[in-house]
């Protein structure tokens, strides 16, 4: 255990196949990881990095393909195997028991951990192997008081701790902020540099895999598309190995909000209990116009969540008033009817759609106790909803097998086009979203992406809750940070910096 | 305003091919699961059977005799149909809005006490008016009841589950004590009972049947839910409640009004059935009210799938393996409790056959579509 003597670790993964069934999820795909380098693995959602990651680490066995090690062929059975040849992996979701101290988490991970622990030899033994390490952790805190960027951190540790020394990174800084990211894949690229460390990171971040990488490797599809030293690669023919040759929708041109547009939403000194019931979110003065795309960025957990829900009237307010359009807003239907409201909420299936009812039937959520006149009815026509899913259908290029096949049987895009189809279709005043993009491939993210600026170029009212900062940058006219509950910051686009946004969802001013 | 639209291009990826096979596809998963679970508790009865000494193929036949095999055992197979169909009602309507409602007893016996007092305080009124009176005090009784189980679980986050069973053992202990004491006839010595109805109160039989015209009104109860359900905005709304409740509400459906009001309409039905009961068959109140229909009522509405219609036809099955009960018991010599033992191991391999749904590749619709 001793990150002098334990270099780095070197593996390939030769020719690997997965098959599930019929369907092929990894087709003959070869990596390199030379030890102490830093190499990236980018793809799509359901590219099949994850499949190729789960046959290295044993968690799968591949239909066919073998594994080098340090220059000589193993066996790699079972995640046990992989970590006694010094394989380890970081996960995108922490695994640390947040009860207890970092010290604990670290001596209970060992599997060789005695029954009776002496906790002064432990300590005096973790100190030594601390000041070798480049990351400094508090480790006598219990971990739920510890940042995002520590807990990763953390995680890290516990795997150099663990004498892994080839670990993979899944998505490591997707709950990071910009400069807990930057600062912790920093340090990784350090120990890589003196041969301490050999990295394969999963990602769909550019901006990290330009900076930090040495090599890169892309999969589409479940085959190798690509690969190469990252100096000699730009972003573009990055992406284009990514996604193939397929059309990628583009952003409409920002219109410029007229100066004297009117406020569609007022939010005025609204308290609510967050989800543990112990905190509050208290959100004042905030005001979205028409014809403008206001973001509200900030780490997940922060009380976003929260805010989408009281705006939607499923989260009770203790106090304060949202004002839509001049008039009380208490998200009824029939308010939201009148004042041409609509909400996108995040992860479509679980928080708007019903996943068992058919597609047809979850387009016509908004608008089935109406009749063709817009007049109330009380008798459902089955005809009326199919001919309107039908034309909505074909307008938001939602691929489905058929009108009742269950919304769940589709991809994650075509669940989020069926919803867009339903809330962004007739007249829109002002639309509330929280992450659109989350998990979906690259076309549905431009394509989703630019609908919603043409609604705020059609003059809605935009508000944009994400935890993508490039989202956010690409869209916002003006973009608020939440930070514990809270808007703290706010920026004009045109002034955006994002070492000060992220600086602000870290809480630290 | 905006409206967004993009020009039309991608439409329904494969075009409407085989329509008819994947649309049988699509029916013949709820048919053919139910049935394979049924003949599956069946199979599990037998060896039961077998353990005990005694032969399955006897047991089947006198079933088959005693419930299915003649005209008298048909309309006594009929005639227990009724309530089961009312209780099964009460399970289905709150599952469609994603509850598991099991205390439709409950509702069942204070909709019979409500009824019989009503009958005995109106007894002398037209025929008309008594029954009428009748079936609103036992649907009001019943409905408040479930009614009151919808609200616990919306408003104070109760368990519908929990909180309905718990309130069908009060609601049986109530109608002991109304029973034993402030509505009993003095005259009724070895069973407590109310009074007994007057002619005026009771209801009679269809002509040309022994079964009376609970019957009839189950049979529209059980097609009005189906509208209800399927065809009108209430229902659709519950079912998207059902579905997936934070969906319902992010488009602002008034969520606690329909689960309240659901369950009260289902508890009302429930309550039917106990009118039914005391007006047509017993002629008074008593202990008899609590004869478990309640919960026979659930194994119907799983059989079904919660589907109104499904409800029919496996009442009249059930129904038919009750009536079979006595023959059964004086002919092989087994337990009143043997019945019971079939429907509790048909149950149990009824919930296990809820897990097989989706999983068989031949019932997937847009496979047959697919087919050339």
Not at chain 1, 469 to 475: G, Q, R, S, V
Not at chain 2, 240 to 254: C, D, E, K, M, S
Not at chain 2, 307 to 332: D, K
Request: glycine share 10%.
């Amino acid at each position: 255990m001793n990150a002098q003597t334990v270099p780095a670790v070197g593996v390939e993964a030769i020719g690997m196949t997965m098959r599930f069934g019929g369907f092929t999820a990894l087709d003959d795909v070869t990596v390199k990881v030379p030890a102490g380098s830093f190499h990236a693995l980018l793809g799509e959602n359901g590219a099949g990095k994850s499949t190729l990651v789960k046959c290295m680490m044993g968690f799968y066995t591949p239909t066919s393909g073998d594994m080098v090690v340090n220059g000589r062929e193993a066996v790699i059975a079972s995640p046990k195997d992989a970590g006694a040849l010094g394989l380890g992996m970081v996960y995108q979701h922490f695994t640390l028991v947040p009860s207890l101290t970092g010290e604990e988490n670290l001596v209970i991970s060992r599997e060789n951990a005695p029954a009776v622990i002496d906790w002064g030899k432990e300590r005096r033994d973790l100190k030594s192997f601390m000041e070798r390490m480049p990351f400094k952790i508090p480790l006598e805190q219990p971990v739920s008081a510890l940042a995002a960027g520590e807990k990763q951190k953390l995680e890290i540790v516990k795997q150099l701790y663990l004498g892994r020394r080839f670990l993979v990174l899944d998505e490591p800084t997707s709950v990071l902020t910009p400069g807990e990211a930057e600062e912790m894949l920093g340090l990784v690229r350090g120990m890589t540099r003196r041969g301490e460390l050999t990295v394969l990171m999963i990602s769909h971040k550019f901006h990290e895999v330009t900076a930090f990488a040495d090599d890169v490797s892309v999969l589409r599809k479940g085959k190798l598309t690509g690969r190469g030293r990252v100096a000699n690669l730009d972003r573009r023919k990055m992406a284009a190995m990514m996604i193939g040759d397929q059309a990628i929708a583009a952003l409409d041109q920002r219109a410029p909000t007229p100066a004297d547009a009117v406020s569609v939403l007022e939010v005025n000194a609204v308290k609510a209990k967050d989800r543990s019931g112990l905190k509050s979110i208290e959100i004042d003065g905030l005001k979205v116009k028409a014809g403008e795309i206001v973001g509200v960025a900030g780490v997940s957990g922060n009380g976003q969540k929260e805010f989408l829900e009281v705006l939607a009237g499923q989260r009770a307010r203790e106090a304060g008033e949202i004002r839509v359009k001049n008039a009380s807003y208490e998200a009824t239907r029939e308010q939201s009817r009148k004042l041409n409201v609509r909400f996108i909420p995040e992860e479509p299936l679980r928080n708007a759609c019903a996943p068992k009812m058919t597609v047809a039937e979850n387009i016509a959520f908004r608008t089935f106790d109406l009749d063709k006149d817009g007049k109330p009815a009380s008798w459902i026509s089955a005809r009326a909803i199919r001919d309107y899913a039908t034309s909505l259908i074909a307008q938001f290029k939602v691929k489905t097998a058929s009108l009742s096949s269950p919304i769940q049987s589709l991809s994650g895009g075509n669940v989020q086009r069926a919803v867009l189809a339903r809330e962004l279709s007739g007249a829109v005043d002002l639309l509330i979203v929280s992450n659109p993009c989350f998990g979906l491939d690259f076309a549905a993210v431009a394509e989703i992406r630019a609908r919603i600026m043409k609604a705020r170029n059609g003059g809605a009212a935009v508000l944009l809750m994400s935890e993508d900062l490039d989202e956010l940058l690409e869209l916002s006219d003006r973009i608020l940070v939440m930070s514990d509950g809270q808007l703290v910051y706010e920026t004009p686009i045109a002034q955006a910096d994002l070492h000060v946004i992220g600086e602000h969802m870290a809480g630290k001013h | 305003m905006t409206d967004i639209a993009a020009p039309a291009s991608a439409v329904l990826s494969p075009p409407r091919a085989p329509l008819a096979l994947a649309w049988l596809a699509r029916r013949a998963e709820g048919v053919v699961i139910p049935l394979g679970a049924l003949l599956a508790g069946m199979a599990l009865f037998s060896v039961f059977l077998l353990l005990l000494g005694k032969s399955p193929s006897t047991f089947l036949e006198l079933m088959w005799r005693g419930g299915f095999g003649s005209w008298f055992s048909i309309q006594n197979a009929l005639l227990r149909a009724t309530p089961l169909i009312f209780a099964a009602l009460c399970v289905a309507l709150p599952a469609r809005l994603g509850l598991t409602v099991i205390g439709g007893e409950g509702a069942i016996v204070l909709g019979g006490v409500a009824a019989a007092a009503f009958g005995h305080w109106l007894g002398n009124a037209p025929s008309v008016i008594v029954l009428a009176a009748m079936a609103a005090a036992g649907m009001v009784a019943g409905g408040l009841w479930i009614g009151a189980v919808g609200a616990l679980r919306h408003y104070r986050a109760v368990n519908e589950t929990i909180s309905s069973l718990l309130m069908a053992y009060i609601a049986i202990a109530l109608m002991n004590h109304l029973v034993e004491g402030p509505l009993r006839d003095p005259a009724s010595l070895n069973k407590p009972s109310t009074h007994p109805l007057t002619e005026a109160a009771r209801v009679g039989p269809i002509p040309g049947m022994d079964v009376h015209w609970g019957l009839v009104v189950a049979l529209l109860a059980c097609v009005a839910c189906w509208l209800l359900i399927e065809k009108t905005r209430w229902g659709f709304a519950a079912r998207v409640a059902g579905g997936n409740v934070r969906a319902a509400q992010i488009q602002g459906l008034a969520v606690g009004p329909l689960i309240v009001g659901f369950c009260a309409l289902s508890g009302a039905l429930a309550g039917l059935a106990g009118m039914f009961e005391v007006a047509a068959v017993q002629g008074s109140a008593n202990a008899s009210l609590a004869a478990g229909y309640g919960y026979a009522g659930i194994l119907v509405a799983f059989l079904a799938r919660q589907n109104p219609l499904g409800v029919v036809p496996v009442a009249f099955l059930l129904g038919g393996i009750a009536a079979a009960g006595g023959l059964i018991q004086r002919r092989m010599g087994l337990p009143d409790a043997t019945i019971l033992v079939l429907q509790g191991m048909l149950f149990i391999v009824v919930l296990m056959s809820e897990t097989l749904y989706g999983r068989f590749k031949c019932f997937d619709p847009d496979r047959w579509k697919r087919a050339p």
